[in-house]
């Protein structure tokens, strides 16, 4: 997580002081990039073609300082935010839907198996293809580990929040009404520390 924060300050950090025009060009390789390795590659290999002596070719949108230092300290959370152990998903479930109350059961014990099976099959090994399903995942675990956390690992319940806050915005395109659930499991989580982000997914 330490890694992760300084290569993120890293970029932060080159969109503050770069010049404007390499400034704009990282801040839209960050908006179209599958994952933040992406954003790394130099230009020719990310569109395709060969390196230019143009000013264009020429004006690298993050120097090879920074470029080493995502490389470096990049990993699986840094890259694609992979979801915790099987094992561990399976016990913050059941903690949700022993715990939560029926009244809190905005997702079916039904879909939410069927979320799993979709993100670790049989191997148990995790697909984050299925971004909808590792969402909803995700958020029911963040919430099922707050009624039991001596159980977990301390870090857990936050990796799960931030895996369902990261891939929010798929559900919200792709599936709607999931997107309401959703929302209400991160207002749920936040009810507990932080009531501004509680009531910005309430709204």
Do not use: W
Not at 36 to 51: A, E, Y
Not at 60 to 89: E, K
Not at 108 to 134: C, E, H, M, W
């Amino acid at each position: 997580m330490r890694a992760r924060l300084e290569s993120l300050e890293a970029i932060v950090a080159a969109l503050q002081t770069k010049p404007p025009d390499q400034a704009d060009e990282l801040l839209n390789r960050i908006r179209s990039a599958d994952d933040i390795d992406t954003v790394m590659l130099p230009r020719d290999q990310l569109s395709g073609g060969s390196s230019t002596s143009s000013s264009e070719g020429s004006a690298a949108p993050v120097d090879t300082a920074l470029r080493t230092q995502i490389r470096v300290s990049s990993s699986s959370y840094l890259v694609s935010l992979v979801i915790p152990s099987a094992q561990t998903t399976v016990a913050a479930i059941q903690s949700f839907f022993s715990s939560s109350g029926k009244l809190f059961h905005v997702f079916s014990r039904d879909q939410i198996d069927n979320y799993y099976k979709s993100v670790f099959g049989l191997d148990g090994r995790p697909n984050i293809n299925n971004t909808v399903a590792l969402c909803g995942l995700a958020a029911v675990a963040s919430v099922g580990i707050q009624y039991n956390p001596g159980d977990f690992d301390p870090e857990s319940e936050v990796v799960f929040y931030n895996v369902a806050r990261h891939y929010f915005s798929d559900v919200l395109e792709k599936q709607p009404l999931d997107a309401i659930k959703v929302a209400t499991m991160l207002a749920m989580y936040n009810i507990l520390c932080k009531a501004t982000a509680t009531l910005a997914y309430v709204g």
